[in-house]
């Protein structure tokens, strides 16, 4: 089946410090994969995505490649902001289908 | 441009009361779904639907109704709400046929059910 799974958090950083959430998920076939935001109080929003294997979605200093030899796709930020404070989401949409399945979210702090 | 649109922002109910959620998109996607948002849960599909008049269930469909009437609207029906459906619920749309397409999100709908 189709799965994601994404490193527990809270995650709190200090600011310009650099970040990793994990990703890793299972699907048949070659999904496309995702990271979505959500700010406090608001819905979520796209922040990057990749569509094959050794893609690299990049968006805000964000990055991820879709490393299919490890079905990972790990959001990085080399320096993050206090802005940068939100839920992040791993999503995948497998090849057939429109159905997305999500991760349960990260929560990240950044504090000054 | 509107985007997804969710009315209300916010609902108090009492167990067994039933009420609608709204959910409207402009930008003429095929597929719309619904999802629910629990603490340390993540995202719960609840029902999709891929266009006008084609439903079907999603992971957690128990306690919901949905239809589809219009490509534009996709609201989610409580029948006798229960304090366990006391979540933050999500609409979504996205356009079908293609493997590269995001989806939507509306701002929300903070439910509470005493």
């Known amino acids: 089946g189709n799965s994601v799974t994404q490193m527990e958090g809270p995650v709190t950083l200090s600011e310009e410090a650099f970040l990793t959430i994990n990703c890793t998920y299972t699907?048949?076939?070659?999904?496309?994969l995702f990271w979505y935001v959500q700010y406090p109080g608001e819905g979520l929003q796209l922040l990057l995505k990749?569509?094959?294997?050794?893609d690299k979605g990049s968006n805000k200093g964000f990055e991820a490649t879709y490393r299919k030899e490890t079905t990972s796709f790990h959001l990085e930020k080399g320096s993050v902001q206090v802005s940068d404070s939100a839920v992040y989401f791993c999503?995948?949409?497998?090849?057939?289908?429109?159905?997305?399945?999500f991760g349960t979210g990260t929560s990240l702090t950044v504090i000054p | 441009n509107a985007g997804v649109t969710q009315t209300p922002k916010f609902q108090v109910l009492k167990t067994g009361q039933s009420m609608t959620l709204q959910c409207a998109q402009d930008?003429?996607?095929?597929?719309m779904s619904w999802y629910r948002q629990d603490p340390g849960m993540g995202l719960r599909l609840i029902h999709y639907?891929?266009?006008?008049?084609?439903?079907d269930q999603g992971e957690v469909p128990n306690g919901y109704n949905v239809s589809r009437s219009t490509t534009e609207d996709f609201p989610l029906r409580l029948l006798s709400a229960a304090p366990s459906q006391t979540s933050v619920y999500f609409c979504?749309?996205?356009?079908?046929?293609?493997?590269?397409?995001?989806?939507?999100f509306g701002p929300g709908t903070r439910l509470t059910v005493t």
């Open positions: 979504a749309s996205s356009p079908t046929g293609a493997d590269t397409y995001e989806q939507y």
């Open positions: 699907a048949t076939g070659y999904p496309s």
């Open positions: 990749a569509t094959k294997a050794d």
């Open positions: 999503a995948l949409k497998p090849n057939t289908g429109n159905q997305f399945y």
């Open positions: 930008m003429n996607h095929e597929y």
């Open positions: 639907s891929v266009g006008a008049g084609i439903t």
